[in-house]
C-alpha cells in the first residue's frame, strides 16, 4: 500500500508518515518546505525511519502532471498542504486562495486524470461555518456556552465562510466532495477542529496551544486576542490520525461525504481562562500575558457534533485534552534547544 501525503513536512503530515509506515505503507511526502520546523521533522522522520519513503520538493500550486504522475502509483491521497492561518489570509488573500483553492484542485484534478482513483482525504476547516454570530450564546465566568445545540455544531449546518481563509478551504472542500458526485472520485471531507500534539511548530496566528507553550519555554511574550472565554474543542493528534485511518478503511460507507473531526463536548476548553491554571500547573508558575482585540473571523465558541464520524465508521476520540496538553508539554520541554533555535529571532 501506498500514501501520498501533500504537506507531509508539517504537524499533521509528518504525524501521519509515521502513523503509516508504522503499519507498512509505504509513504510519498510532498512538501515546499514554506513552513516552521518542516526541515527538523524531516530530520527527525530520517533518523526514526530509513525505508520506505520518498520525500520530494514541490509545490501543489504548480506541476499538476507530476502530481498525476506520482498518484497513479498510490492507494491514498492524503491532502494537508496549504495556507493555514486566518490572519494570514486577511493580509494576502490571493496567496491564501492559490494555496487552497487553487492547490486543492490541482490535486484533485491530478486524482482524476490519473485514472487511479484512490482514496482522496481532504483536510478541510472549521471555519468555512464563519462567526456563528446567529446563534444564540450563554457567557459564564470563565467561558462562552451554546444555549442549545448540545452537542455542538453539526455537518448539517449552513455554510457562511466570513474569511478569505474559510473561503478558499470552503470553495475546496466543496470541489472535493463535488468530485465524488460527478466522476465517481473516493473523495473524503475533513471539517477539522484545533489539532495539537508531538512535532507541533504553532505560531501565535495557528496552533494555538503549542504557541503558548512554546513562548513561555523559551520566555516569548504570549497575547490574548479578545477576553479569553473563546471555547475550542481540542483533538490530539493521535486521534485525527485513527480517524483518517478508518475513514478510509470503511470507504463504502464514507465516499464522497462531509465528517466534523473534533474534540466534541467531551473535549473543550476556554483558550485562556480555563487553561491558564492547566499551564500554571505544568510550568509551576503564575502566568501573565496581554490582551488585544479579537481577530476578524474569530469564533466566540466552536464545538465540533462529531456523531456522524462515530455513526459512520465508529470513531471518537480518546485523548482527554488535559491528558494530551501535558504530552505536547513533555515533547516541547524534551525539544527546548531546537525552539531556541528556530525562535530566535
Known sequence: MKILITGGAGFIG??????????????????????????ENIEWFKEKHSSNLIVIKADVRYGQKKLQNIIEKVNIVLHLAGQVAVTSSV?????DFESNTLGT???????????????FIYSSTNKVYGELDDLKIIETENRYKFKSLPFGIPETRALDFH?????????AEQYVRDYAR????????????????????GIEDQGWIAWFIIALTIGKKITIFGNGKQVRDLLFIDDLLDAYFMAAK????????????????????????????????????????????TRPGDQPIFISDIRKAKKDFDWEPKVDVKKGIEKLYA???ENKSMFQKLFAS
Do not use: H
Open 182 to 201: 460527478i466522476y465517481g472520485l473516493n473523495t473524503i471531507v475533513f471539517r477539522q477542529s484545533c489539532v495539537y500534539g508531538r512535532r507541533q511548530f
Open 14 to 39: 509528518i504525524n501521519a508518515a509515521d502513523y503509516y509506515l508504522k503499519r507498512g505503507f509505504k509513504v510519498i511526502i510532498l512538501d515546499n518546505f514554506s513552513r516552521k520546523g518542516g526541515r
Open 91 to 95: 493580509e494576502n488573500p490571493r496567496e
Open 331 to 333: 515533547w516541547i520541554q
Open 250 to 293: 470503511n470507504i463504502k460507507k464514507t465516499r464522497g461525504q462531509i465528517y466534523n473531526i473534533g474534540g466534541g463536548i467531551k473535549n473543550t476548553i476556554s483558550i485562556w481562562l480555563e487553561l491558564k491554571p492547566v499551564l500554571e500547573k505544568l510550568f509551576k508558575k503564575e502566568i501573565n500575558m496581554s490582551t488585544l482585540n
Open 105 to 119: 484542485f490541482n490535486v484533485l484534478e491530478a486524482t482524476r486524470l490519473s485514472g487511479n482513483n484512490p482514496i
Open 163 to 171: 474569511s478569505p481563509y474559510g473561503c478558499s478551504k470552503g470553495a
